[in-house]
T-cell receptor, first 112, second 110 residues
Framework: DADVTQTPRNRITKTGKRIMLECSQT?????MYWYRQDPGLGLRLIYY???????NKGEISDGYSVSRQAQAKFSLSLESAIPNQTALYFC???????????FGQGTRLTVV | KNEVEQSPQNLTAQEGEFITINCSYS?????LHWLQQHPGGGIVSLFM???GKKKHGRLIATINIQEKHSSLHITASHPRDSAVYIC????????????FGQGTRLTINP
C-alpha cells in the first residue's frame, strides 16, 4: 500500500458543484499538505496542517477549504467548483522538520 | 521573481546523451530536493542534499551553497528517464518549508 493515498485519482465535475478530495497517510506524520500543480507553474501550496487542530492557509487558498479529520486524514473541498480549478492536486506529508515530503499519486480534477 | 528557478523548462535528447538540469534559488535553505514525476502523475523523491554531491545509479546531484545552485545529471540517458524533474528547496525561514521550481520536462528519444 502507498504511504500517501489520494481518492479519487481522476474526477470530472461541473461548474458549481461541490467536490471533496481525500487523502490518507500511513507515515504517522503530523504535517500534511495540499498542493495544486498547473503546467509551467510548479506546485503551489493550498493549505497545510501541522496537527489535527492546526490548519493554515497556503498561497492559493481562495475557493478551497480543508478538514483534518484525524492525524492520518486530510481532505480538500471545493465548495463551488469553477473551470480554473482544473488542475492536478497533490497531497503530501512531511516529518517534523517539514523538509522531507512524501507525495500521493495525485488527483486530476477537471471542471467543465 | 520565483524563489526557485529551473532551466531548461523543456529538454529533448537522444538516448545515451548526458543530461543536465539546473536549479537556482534565492532564499536561505537547509536542504534541496530533486523530485521525479512520471507521466502517470506520481511524485517521488530522488535526492535530498545540503552540500556536495550524491549519486544513485545513473543520477548525480550536486549543490553549491555559496552560489545557490544545484544540478541534476543523468548519464547514459534512456527513454524511461523521460519525466518531469522538480527542484524543491527547504527554506530556513517560514512555516511553508518547501518551495518548488516549475519543473523541467525531459524527453529521451530512442
Amino acid at each position: 500500500d502507498a504511504d500517501v493515498t489520494q481518492t479519487p485519482r481522476n474526477r470530472i465535475t461541473k461548474t458549481g458543484k461541490r467536490i471533496m478530495l481525500e487523502c490518507s497517510q500511513t507515515k504517522g506524520h503530523d504535517r500534511m499538505y495540499w498542493y495544486r500543480q498547473d503546467p509551467g507553474l510548479g506546485l503551489r501550496l493550498i493549505y497545510y496542517s501541522f496537527d489535527v487542530k492546526d490548519i493554515n492557509k497556503g498561497e492559493i487558498s481562495d475557493g478551497y477549504s480543508v478538514s483534518r479529520q484525524a492525524q492520518a486524514k486530510f481532505s480538500l473541498s471545493l465548495e463551488s467548483a469553477i473551470p480554473n480549478q482544473t488542475a492536478l492536486y497533490f497531497c503530501a506529508t512531511s516529518d517534523g522538520t517539514g523538509l522531507v515530503a512524501f507525495f500521493g499519486q495525485g488527483t486530476r480534477l477537471t471542471v467543465v | 521573481k520565483n524563489e526557485v528557478e529551473q532551466s531548461p523548462q523543456n529538454l529533448t535528447a537522444q538516448e545515451g546523451e548526458f543530461i543536465t538540469i539546473n536549479c537556482s534559488y534565492s532564499v536561505g535553505i537547509s536542504a534541496l530536493h530533486w523530485l521525479q514525476q512520471h507521466p502517470g502523475g506520481g511524485i517521488v523523491s530522488l535526492f535530498m542534499l545540503s552540500s556536495g554531491k550524491k549519486k544513485h545509479g545513473r543520477l548525480i546531484a550536486t549543490i553549491n551553497i555559496q552560489e545557490k545552485h544545484s544540478s541534476l545529471h543523468i548519464t547514459a540517458s534512456h527513454p524511461r528517464d523521460s519525466a518531469v524533474y522538480i527542484c524543491a528547496v527547504g527554506r530556513i525561514q517560514g512555516a511553508q518549508k518547501l518551495v518548488f521550481g516549475q519543473g523541467t520536462r525531459l524527453t529521451i528519444n530512442p
